[in-house]
């Protein structure tokens, strides 16, 4: 049991250097344009998570601030041809 506690205070730090942001994004045609985007931005520098629905149209991504900021994400997924609606 000793061992469960001291992994806590690790995965605690682990988050700590992440931010969570989810956005709505508009030209989700189905579930392979989501999926694929989930994949781009998995790519990315500094992105350590990321994960699309369809049909919600909603886009859920962690990364590392210090690596890459919430603008540059939208930038991103904005040049993969999808719209951004904060």
């Known amino acids: ?6 992994l806590a205070p690790f995965e ?8 969570t942001v989810t956005y709505t994004v508009q030209g989700f045609s189905c579930i392979t344009c989501a999926t694929g985007l989930d994949t781009m931005l998995s790519r990315e ?3 350590t998570s990321s ?11 962690s990364f590392h601030p210090n690596q890459t900021t919430e603008q540059a994400i939208v930038a991103f997924i904005s040049e993969l041809g999808f719209t951004v609606k904060g």
């Open 1 to 6: 049991m000793a061992g469960v506690g001291g």
């Open 12 to 19: 605690s730090m682990a988050a700590a250097g992440t931010k």
């Open 45 to 47: 520098k500094g992105i």
């Open 51 to 61: 994960k699309s629905t369809y049909p919600e149209g909603k886009v859920t991504v």
